[in-house]
Structure formats: C-alpha cells, structure tokens
T-cell receptor, first 116, second 115 residues
C-alpha cells in the first residue's frame, strides 16, 4: 500500500512570511497527526485529527499555526507568520481506525522548513 | 504528564557485537511503549511495541526490546549489529488513560555501527 505522502519536501522562507504543508495519509486511516521535529530532538505532537475533528491541539501555537482536515482525508498545516524558531522538520503520520491506543503510527518523509 | 528519557545521545558498536539502546519512561498509568527508527531524510519507521503480555517483544530487522516495569525501562536490543543499523532511534510512550492518547517521544539516540 502507498505510504503517507507529504509536500513539499523542502521549503525556505523569510521570517514573517507564511507557508503551508500538505499531507495525504494512508488510505482508510482515520487518525492523522502533525509533528514538529526540531534538529536534535524527538518529534513533538502539534495536532491530532480523528476523521475531520480535532482530538488534541494542546501543543499547537494557535496564534500562528493552523491546521485543517477537510473531508477527513488530506490535511494542511499552515504557519503565518513564520518565526526563526519554526525551522524544523514537519512530519505527518496516520494510523488506522478501530485499534485503540495500541496502534502504531505510519510517518511520511517530512517537510524540512528553513526560516531565514 | 508522561515523559521519555534516552540517556545516550550516541551509541557506538562494532559490527557483529550486541547493541543496547536505553529508554526509560514516566506515565501516570500503564504504558504503551514503542521504538521507531529514522534514516537520513526519511520519516520514522515503526520497529516494535509493547502493549501487554511477554516482557520481551520482537520486532523488525532482528530488534527486540525488554519491558521492565519496576525500572520503568524499555531498552532496545539486537544480538548482532549490522552497519546498516546505523540510524537515529526514538523511544515513545503513550499513556493509555489520557484522552487522545498522545504519543510522547524521547530525544533520540544515534546508533553508529562500525565495520
């Protein structure tokens, strides 16, 4: 089966500009996650969707970050305006429905964002 | 709050020797524990998980991990390391009673296997 797709793979922007990342999860996966991975650190959850509803966005900086998952499939993560500290790899992951908390997550290749 | 600690930034091992990558965790209730591996410019790949049952779990590529409740540890092991095992390894924990079941990752351990 096809894996989690993300685009773009790389993005360089100047601070105060806006940027958007796109994710297409594995077909049939109801749960979608966005993570931020700063260099030298483990991934940090930004937001979790169950179908098109938000389950957890407690670590999302809502003053500048937003995410949506229309129709419960693809998702877009936006940063506006970007700051230097937003430079990181943004990972999208998905997991299948109906398996409870024991399921593993399947990760995309990530988008490497550099803010100058 | 749940947390994961990986005390070693890097582990060096010679090819053919056994390897251990350490992980300790903290949760309020019972944990679900995971190991992921990350190769350069790629996303994380699932290796193995502990949910319940046997404390020794086996996963992909010959890796295994031992759950120790009294020491709150979940160390990753492999009997004989390969050069191709060189990568970044992440331990993660999920508290099964937390709403949304957020996965918390450790800071990662870089494994270097030398020929």
């Amino acid at each position: 089966e096809a894996g989690v797709a993300q685009s773009p793979r790389y993005k360089i922007i100047e601070k105060r500009q806006s940027v958007a990342f796109w994710c297409n999860p594995i077909s049939g996966h109801a749960t979608l996650y966005w993570y931020q991975q700063i260099l030298g650190q483990g991934p940090k959850l930004l937001i979790q969707f169950q179908n098109n509803g938000v389950v957890d966005d407690s670590q999302l900086p809502k003053d500048r970050f937003s995410a949506e998952r229309l129709k419960g499939v693809d998702s877009t993560l936006k940063i506006q305006p970007a700051k230097l500290e937003d430079s990181a790899v943004y990972l999208c992951a998905s997991s299948p429905p109906g398996r409870g908390a024991s399921y593993e997550q399947y990760f995309g290749p990530g988008t490497r964002l550099t803010v100058t | 709050a749940q947390s994961v600690a990986q005390p070693e930034d890097q582990v060096n091992v010679a090819e053919g020797n056994p390897l251990t990558v350490k992980c300790t965790y903290s949760v309020s209730g019972n944990p679900y524990l995971f190991w992921y591996v990350q190769y350069p410019n790629r996303g994380l790949q699932f290796l193995l998980k502990y949910i319940t049952g046997d404390n020794l779990v086996k996963g992909s590529y010959g890796f295994e991990a031992e759950f120790n409740k009294s020491q709150t540890s979940f160390h990753l092991k492999k009997p004989s390391a390969l050069v191709s095992d060189s990568a970044l390894y992440f331990c993660a924990v999920r508290d099964i009673i937390r709403a949304g079941n957020m996965l918390t990752f450790g800071g990662g351990t870089r494994l270097m296997v030398k020929p």
